[in-house]
């Protein structure tokens, strides 16, 4: 087990890189890594990626939750049940879901899954994994249609914040222009960015 938080200042300071020297160190050792972010510095994306990848979950210390409810949610995360090595298949007409590695998924979880679409999108969503040792499988029918209504105006920013991430954890200083570009329709906030309010 293990708990994490801060932003890295000294060292290595690439979010990809390390969360793979962190992980690296537990090679071969049955761990489960389980993070949480205490205060507005806590770099989330780097303690989401170490949790994602030690199998474990990351938990965000936000205002007005208590130490106890945080200390339950984590300790449930660490020994309850989970569907693990989790995989999902997307019908044809969806493409770049993000994010590409799912983390463990707990019972109460919310995962949220974006992906670009044609203009309409029929078939099935399908989630495998293993729970308990055991094979796993859920199908999911999807018929979507491509719509401007406002309500959903959040969704390009959403798709854009999670390619960000995964661009920057493969290698943010190489990919700092695509970076750039994706942040700046959408709106969405990334590592070399920053939003300006006018009024």
Known sequence: NASVDGVASAG???AGRLAGEALNELDGASVRVTTIGAGAEADELVLSTLARRGGGSYFAFTPGRSVRSLALAALSAQY??????A????????????PRELPA???GDELIVVA???DHVTGEVVL???V???EYEQRYPIDLEVTGAKGNSFVPRLWAEAKIADLTLADAAANMERIVELSKEPRAL????????LE
Request: proline share 2%; charged share 30%.
């Open 12 to 14: 290595e300071i690439d």
């Open 80 to 85: 309850g049940a989970a569907l693990e090595d």
């Open 87 to 98: 995989k999902l298949s997307l019908p044809a007409g969806l493409s770049d879901a993000q």
């Open 105 to 107: 998924v707990r019972a």
């Open 116 to 118: 670009r679409m044609d």
């Open 128 to 130: 495998k994994g293993k």
């Open 132 to 134: 308990g040792g055991e």
């Open 190 to 197: 990334s590592r070399f960015t920053s939003l300006l309010v």
